[in-house]
């Protein structure tokens, strides 16, 4: 099958790849950072005409404070602002978090963007309130927040994080963000396979077709991400016109083969080419020191081949289970559960395993850190080997 296109390339525009190492986010070195990164941008960068309204769409999964790695860092996000202010832009920002999180502007004052949207009299957007506009891909239909067709370019700005459900949440995965409010959860709950699911983020990305995608690895996090991981500091940032190409790469760097990849498996299955030849340009690849980050402990269960599951299906398995001296039974899992398979107790949320389909949004929102995972001790075995 001949590969299908998923990027906003231009023209015959080439696929490109820009990488430069950065190891804080101190004002000046982004600023350098960010105009490196954008030196093999010509083409994108020419379309973008005097005036032309640019969308900044960062990751904001929740409020959390740019030390947490969760979103990404505002330092991150002013640094891409004032280069494309100084190419004439005008600017937004926007996302949509999670649903269960109804004050958006709690979410952009903790992240810092509130501060930064004020200082630089930038409009922020709550993709929830601009409307959506039903779109098609593959005979699929999906509704895309309204405020993405009323911009004339959309610029990806995520944050380099692992993920219980697709390993990594990357540049593709970050468009999701575009799927507005309730819908979200719904997807979850129709494709629970991190396979599936990643080729309905596939679908998303094509969909929204950023011009750019600038990638924030300065800080990033370990372990169960997206929210309940680890900050790891791995001293990068990237651009890209073809966010799926470099997801692929990057999940190299951060020491996550293309067998245990979602999105790699799902780009394949449904015939597009991410192994087509990226441009490189910036710092050599070689230069950088290969990160072997933790990955989400679930990551295993997503690999198991179908006859083995059919034999120890019953003793493979992981599960949320809720730190009770961490939670405050404040019912964000209940809301968040797109299975229903959580319900509100006396002192703590009480899980039905039967209906748990294991997506592990409850992990995601939670704004406490107090749902884990437990996993079955054939499960611990496979990890260690």
């Known amino acids: 099958m001949k590969g299908r296109e998923v990027t906003g390339l231009i023209g015959n525009t080439k696929r490109t790849f820009s990488f ?20 093999p941008f010509y083409d994108e960068l020419h379309a973008i005409k005097h005036g032309d309204r640019v969308l900044l ?92 067709d009323r911009v004339d370019f959309v610029i990806n700005l995520p944050k380099v994080k692992t993920h219980t459900l697709t390993a990594l949440t990357l540049g593709v995965k970050n468009m999701y963000g575009v799927v507005p409010g309730f819908t979200k959860t719904l997807l979850h709950k129709e494709y629970p396979n991190a396979i599936d699911f990643s080729e309905i983020t596939l679908d998303i990305y094509h969909l929204a077709k950023p011009l750019l995608t600038i990638y924030d690895g300065i800080i990033g996090m370990e372990g169960e991400g997206p929210a309940a991981g680890e900050p790891v500091s791995l001293g990068f940032a ?23 990849f979602p999105l790699y498996l799902a780009a394949m299955r449904r015939g597009y080419e991410p192994d087509k030849k990226l ?63 959580i319900e509100k107790g006396v002192v703590r949320p009480l899980f039905n395993y039967a209906r748990c389909i294991n997506c592990f949004c409850c992990i995601e929102i939670c704004p406490h850190r107090s749902v884990e995972i437990k996993v079955s001790p054939l499960v611990k075995i496979g990890m260690m080997l």
């Open 57 to 148: 769409k960062p990751n904001l999964l929740s409020g959390h404070p740019p030390q947490d790695a969760v979103t990404t860092h505002p330092l991150f996000v002013e640094a891409v602002l004032q280069f494309f202010i100084d190419h004439g832009a005008k600017l937004l920002i926007g996302d949509s978090p999670s649903p269960v999180f109804k004050d958006i502007d709690k979410i952009f004052s903790v992240t810092g963007l509130f501060s930064l949207g004020k200082r630089y009299d930038i409009p922020l957007v709550h993709f929830d309130k601009s409307g959506w506009n039903k779109k098609e891909v593959d005979h699929r239909a999906y509704p895309i927040a309204g405020i993405i």
């Open 238 to 260: 990237a651009a890209t016109n073809d966010a799926l190409a470099t997801d692929i790469v990057l999940s190299h760097l951060l020491g996550l083969e293309k067998r245990k």
């Open 279 to 341: 441009s490189f340009s910036g710092d050599a690849l070689e230069s950088f020191q290969k990160r072997n980050i933790r990955f989400p402990r679930t990551n295993q269960l997503n690999f198991i081949p179908p006859f083995l599951t059919k034999t120890i299906g019953t003793q493979v398995w992981a599960r949320p289970r809720i730190i009770t001296r961490k939670c405050t039974n404040c019912g964000k899992c209940v809301e968040a559960c797109p299975a229903s398979a």
């Open 20 to 39: 430069k190492q950065c190891a804080s986010y101190s004002v000046d070195g982004l600023r350098e950072t960010i105009q490196a990164l954008m030196e």
